[in-house]
């Protein structure tokens, strides 16, 4: 994918999924019982949407591809449906 985005002028966001790596919405606290209610498929496909929303106002630029492997293609395959 890198590189037939390079080919064709692309861009690649590789977005960081909430409550891992570095995501942690309620720092310290993220993995509560009163904030773990917030690790569903349904805000990482909210929170991404609203990164390619965000793109798209920033760079007034033409399609979005969503791709993946495993979860990630899981995430891809939700996101085309909607």
Known sequence: MIEMAK????MIIFAEH???????PF????????NIQYLTVENA???FARVIDDMRI???DGPV???GGSYGGL???YIRMQ
Not at 7 to 10: D, K, S, T, V, Y
Not at 27 to 34: A, L, Q, R, V
């Open 7 to 10: 080919r064709l002028n692309a």
């Open 75 to 77: 995430l891809s395959m």
């Open 58 to 60: 920033k760079r007034n």
């Open 45 to 47: 496909l909210a929170d």
């Open 65 to 67: 591809i969503a791709f």
């Open 27 to 34: 720092g310290n606290d993220s993995f509560t019982h009163e």
């Open 18 to 24: 909430r409550y891992y790596g570095k995501s942690l």
